[in-house]
């Protein structure tokens, strides 16, 4: 039989009212803010505000914000869809300039903020009318943010709080008006501070230049006896760790949702280059390399889209199963969406990740073209390449996926070792629509397991710091969340999707992927893990089982079906 699936929530069930949404937003970007792309890339403030009060007009700045402050205090899904299809607007500055705005620079206040503060801000920035921008990151203390060197100490009179030290890579830090900056109290207690601009002893740096995302404000902020009013202390002194780790955790989701619209925007753009460019007398479209690389790109989007509104699903179904009139609702929110974190780091790698393979291979599309800065893959490849580092390295997101599931098995929530004996039972053999594609992926799955498993075994909690392991156990859990994500979605459309070529060409690609993926990291990890102490026969089992995951179909004939598919629709097509 084949393996029991779960249902997960994806585009497909958005509610009518988000679909309304969805349809204004994407024609928002594509007819107010598409026309500007060139004046938007170049660092045009009056024209960024101009388009932020605007969109905050139609409630966008304000989806994160509570009704009674002047937002719309929508769900998780609908923010996420809302940045996805703003990116539709191929404007990528403006879209780091509101992300960061909504985001970090607007949830430490409405999620700490107390009620005279929320009074006093929120409704400014739930508008547009203000601009706001977050002040965490020092030349010592990127990653590490835990060690920063600012300092806060409470002033002689006991009115006001005096910040030292200084802030680099501050997005929007040239021109916003409320600033979220962090600094130790007395050095010791690190803690969150709600600046205005214009405070006496807050100095702005000149912009940075950057290699892309030109048009944004990025610069360093030199905190010299700052003197902040006392009561813009953001929640409790010492809360500092938390708001900052918690209000990135929310960010990468939304990274990964406006990764996912650029996925969407390059994929046509590229389908369209590929299907008018003509070489050796037919469109490059027809030929085989290229085949591969679109069809690459939709299999990649598609499980991006899934991972993307699985996560946001699972965030609200919890947050529903709270009382949003607790005076604690808030920091019990938060705490809710923490239990994401490992969905969250893998939407935001994912999302950068897939948006860069994509640009790349699209200027490899356009030939030279696509190097030109005349075409729109240049700056689009300058443009997401911050993406990586952005709400977290990447290399930090990968330490949270293997470093939650080393927690979670240490304090026994997880239930590594039932599964591992579990690995042990010989796997359901497949049958009827998406058969073949859920069994394999449940070897893959058993694969993992067995290798994390191992992996705790060998190494116990010094394994946060075998990193080249810990790396390669979350590409195992990346690559098969991705593919679970997007074969579950396609068996939720039933026999709409069974009787459809893409779809089916599309489900198969998906899993070979990700065998591709299992494979590699089983050949890396092999001798790392399995290398002694094991019996013949044990080593010998998980072998089979790596040997297993074989592909029953010709995997370029559903490249064929997959863009003949993609070609007919003239555009990505799965939404």
């Known amino acids: 039989m084949t393996p029991v699936a779960p249902e997960i929530f994806c585009r497909e069930r958005f509610s009518e009212e988000q679909r309304e949404i969805d349809k204004m937003v994407r024609a928002f970007a594509v007819e107010r803010i598409r026309p500007h792309q060139e004046e938007l890339g170049f660092h045009d403030e009056k024209l960024t505000r101009t388009l932020l009060r605007e969109v905050g007009a139609l409630g966008l700045t304000g989806i994160d914000v509570p009704e009674s402050y002047g937002g719309m205090q929508m769900d998780k899904t609908t923010s996420a869809l809302a940045v996805e299809a703003l990116t539709l607007c191929g404007a990528a500055s403006w879209i780091v300039t509101f992300s960061c705005h909504t985001g970090i620079g607007t949830l430490p206040l409405v999620f700490f903020g107390s009620e ?35 300092t806060a100490t409470l002033s002689a009179d006991g009115e006001s709080w005096l910040l030292n030290g200084t802030k680099i890579y501050v997005t929007n830090g040239g021109w916003a008006d409320l600033y979220t900056v962090f600094a130790k109290i007395d050095g010791q207690e690190l803690s969150a501070f709600l600046v205005e601009r214009g405070s006496a002893g807050l100095t ?58 650029a996925c969407k925007l390059v994929t046509d753009l590229v389908t369209a280059y590929a299907l008018e460019r003509l070489q050796f007398g037919q469109p490059i479209a027809f030929f085989e390399a290229i085949r591969k690389k679109l069809a690459r790109m939709v299999v990649e989007t598609y499980a ?123 796997a359901p053999q497949a049958d009827g629509f998406l058969g073949w594609e859920l069994a394999a992926l449940d070897r ?60 089916r060409a599309l489900a198969r690609l998906t899993v070979a992927c990700c ?26 089992q998980l072998d089979a089982e790596v040997n297993a995951l074989h592909l029953p179909f010709d995997p370029v004939a559903e490249v064929h079906r997959l863009t003949d598919d993609l070609y007919h629709h003239g555009r990505y097509r799965f939404d």
């Open 116 to 150: 005279e503060q929320k009074a006093k801000y929120l409704q400014k920035l739930a508008t547009g009318e203000w601009l706001a921008a977050y002040a965490l990151t020092e030349a010592d203390a990127g990653s590490d943010a835990l060690s920063l060197k600012a």
């Open 204 to 261: 702005v740096g000149e912009e940075e230049k950057k290699m892309g995302i030109k048009g944004s404000s990025t610069v360093s902020l030199f905190l010299d006896d700052l003197r902040v009013p006392k009561d813009n202390l953001l929640g409790r002194p010492g809360d500092g760790g938390s708001i900052a780790l918690n209000v990135l955790n929310i960010g990468r989701f939304k990274l990964g949702a406006a990764d996912l619209g």
């Open 304 to 426: 991006l889209d899934s991972v993307i509104y699985r996560t946001v699903g699972l965030m609200d179904a919890r947050i529903a199963q709270l009382d949003d009139a607790d005076p604690d609702y808030n920091r019990k929110a938060m705490a809710a969406l923490e239990e994401y974190a490992i969905e969250a780091s893998i939407s935001k790698i994912l999302g950068s990740e897939s948006l860069f393979r994509i640009s790349d291979q699209g200027i490899q599309v356009y030939g030279g073209n696509g190097f030109s800065e005349e075409y729109p893959l240049a700056a689009v490849f300058r443009d997401t390449r911050i993406d990586r580092i952005f709400e977290g390295t990447n290399e930090i997101n990968r330490m949270v996926i293997y470093g939650y599931y080393l927690k979670k098995a240490l304090m026994e929530e997880l239930p590594l070792r039932d599964a591992e004996k579990a690995w042990r039972v010989p």
């Open 444 to 503: 893959a799955r058993r694969v993992a397991v067995k290798l994390l498993f191992e992996a705790i075994s060998t190494y116990g909690q010094d394994l946060r710091n075998a990193q080249v392991v810990g790396e390669d156990l979350a590409d195992l859990v990346i690559a098969w969340f991705a593919a679970s994500s997007a074969i579950h979605r396609i068996r939720q459309l039933g026999a709409a999707a069974a009787t459809d070529a893409g779809y």
């Open 515 to 540: 065998l591709e993926e299992v494979w590699r990291i089983a050949f890396r990890l092999r001798p790392v893990l399995l290398a002694g102490g094991f019996a013949p026969s044990f080593v010998e």
